[in-house]
Every structure is written in structure tokens, then in C-alpha cells.
């Protein structure tokens, strides 16, 4: 079974803060995605990467920057958190060595960020 | 580029009844289809996909989709539907090649309340 496992469930920060939002998958997974979720907006993609150390920037990449230093992990990070980064974000991965499975997502539980 | 439309921000149907929830897409090509489902304060789960085939597809917990190509439609059903199905729904496209492979773009989703 593909486990997504998104470190922090809820986080409560001030604004200006630095914060991370780690991402881990265990199933050896090339592609890696953060998404954030918002009421009536549906998920809109921040950054994805398809292999160690690269990134590329998704619809809403503004005031958000990602880091994979190992395949299995996929941080995002918010350099300075304002109000309007108050957020469910959802981290996913996929493989595209399964069949078609490039574009099969298998997610976290999600991190609910309130920014204060 | 991709995208997707459902129409439906919000369903309520009584236990029992059936179900469809609409969504249209936008691609120039063959797309590839989902819908995910997302239980409160949870993650998405895939409940079907559809790449190439039968255009109607099964899924998991008794839903099923129609592919209409001529109709840019994706539709879900589910005959009887019971109070554990309320969540909200979201169908995706995505790509089988080029700088969008491995990205899924997603609908705003539609919120399922059921009746008892």
C-alpha cells in the first residue's frame, strides 16, 4: 500500500514566519506534488518535482518554494507566511513506471496551516 | 491547456436514492479521468480512473463513470446511495504525454450531503 505521510496535521503560525510542511512517501515514487486546498477553489497546484533536486512551478507558485533533497521527501516551504496562506495543503505522489501510473496520485492526509 | 468543470457545487440526495454528479472537461486529446473523494479532515482517495477502453468504468464502494467523448463528460453514478457516502467529490484530467505528464488538473468538487 502507498503511504503519503504529511508530518504536521494542524499548524498554527504568526505571520513572517518561516514554515515547512514536510512531505514522505514510501513507496519510491518519482513524481511528487503540493497542492493547496481551498473551499470552492478545488485544489490548485503550488510545485511538483519528477526526480531529486528539481522542481517545477505549478499554477499558484507565488510566496512558496519546495526542496527535494531525497526521493522520498518533498518539502514545502513558506518563506514568510502571510494571512492568505491559511490553507489545507495536500502533498501526492505517483510513479511512472506503472501502468498509466503517472498520473494516478496517491495523497496525504493533509496539512491544515492557520496563519494568524 | 486542461481543465475541468463541475457544475454542481453542492448535492443533497435521502439514502437509497441514486446519484449522479456532473463534470466536464476540457483537452485536446485523449484525456485521462478520475474522480477522488475526500472525507472530512482527510485526504483524496481515487475512487475510479478511466485511460483507454470500456468508457464505463467501476470503482471502488459501488460508484461507477461514463465517459462521453462527445459530450467532454465524466459523469458519476451510484444506484443507492448510503449515508457514508457524504463527502466531497472531485474529478480530475490528465495527461498521457507531454510537459503535463504526471499532472492532474481538478475540478472545484462537488459537497454530497445524504439524507437518512
Known amino acids: 500500500d502507498v503511504k503519503v505521510t504529511q508530518s504536521s496535521r494542524y499548524l498554527v503560525k504568526r505571520t513572517g514566519e518561516k514554515v515547512f510542511l514536510e512531505c514522505v512517501q514510501d513507496?519510491?515514487?518519482?513524481?511528487m506534488f503540493w497542492y493547496r486546498q481551498d473551499p470552492g477553489l478545488g485544489l490548485r497546484l503550488i510545485y511538483f518535482?519528477?526526480?531529486?533536486?528539481?522542481?517545477e512551478k505549478g499554477d499558484i507558485p507565488e510566496g512558496y518554494s519546495v526542496s527535494r533533497e531525497k526521493k522520498e521527501r518533498f518539502s514545502l516551504i513558506l518563506e514568510s507566511a502571510s494571512t492568505n496562506q491559511t490553507s489545507m495543503y495536500l502533498c501526492a505522489s505517483s510513479s511512472f513506471f506503472e501502468a498509466s501510473g503517472a498520473n494516478v496520485l496517491t495523497f496525504g492526509a493533509g496539512s491544515r496551516l492557520t496563519v494568524l | 491547456a486542461q481543465s475541468v468543470t463541475q457544475p454542481d457545487i453542492h448535492i443533497t440526495v435521502s439514502e437509497g436514492a441514486s446519484l449522479e454528479l456532473r463534470c466536464n472537461y476540457s483537452y485536446g486529446a485523449t484525456p485521462y479521468l478520475f474522480w477522488y473523494v475526500q472525507s472530512p479532515g482527510q485526504g483524496l482517495q481515487l475512487l475510479l480512473k478511466y485511460f483507454s477502453g470500456d468508457t464505463l468504468v467501476q470503482g471502488i464502494k459501488g460508484f461507477e463513470a461514463e465517459f462521453k467523448r462527445s459530450q467532454s463528460s465524466f459523469n458519476l453514478r451510484k444506484p443507492s446511495v448510503h449515508w457514508s457516502d457524504a463527502a466531497e467529490y472531485f474529478c480530475a484530467v490528465g495527461a498521457d504525454r507531454g510537459s503535463t505528464l504526471g499532472r492532474l488538473y481538478f475540478g472545484r468538487g462537488t459537497q454530497l450531503t445524504v439524507w437518512p
Open positions: 513507496m519510491d515514487h518519482e513524481n
Open positions: 518535482s519528477y526526480d531529486v533536486k528539481m522542481k
